[in-house]
């Protein structure tokens, strides 16, 4: 297995209070990169709301985290973020 298979990808999601029991309404996938090595992370917003205070958080093989974040993410609005943008 690659080393950049294993980077680990956490989003974090700074909800109301009424929604913090519930599961973020994000889906995440990932891709090569398509400018050199690495991998690039798509968060997207399933739902009709706007999230506020979206941070995602990616820690390197090696254990470097670096954090990417976004004052809002609109309605089943995308962000794809790669090392290199953090």
């Known amino acids: 297995m ?3 298979s294993r ?3 956490v989003v ?3 909800l109301t209070v009424t929604a913090c029991a519930l599961e973020p309404p994000v889906s995440i996938g990932k891709k090569e990169s398509a400018v050199g090595q690495g ?3 798509s968060v997207t917003n399933t739902s009709d709301e ?3 205070d979206v941070i995602v958080s990616i820690t390197s093989p090696a254990g470097e985290t670096k954090q ?7 309605p089943h609005e ?3 973020v790669g ?4």
């Open 7 to 9: 980077l680990t990808t």
């Open 50 to 52: 706007h999230l506020h």
């Open 78 to 80: 995308s962000v794809n």
């Open 68 to 74: 990417y974040v976004m004052a809002a993410l609109g």
């Open 39 to 41: 991998i690039v992370v």
């Open 2 to 4: 690659h080393s950049r």
């Open 83 to 86: 090392w290199l943008k953090l």
């Open 12 to 14: 974090c999601l700074a």
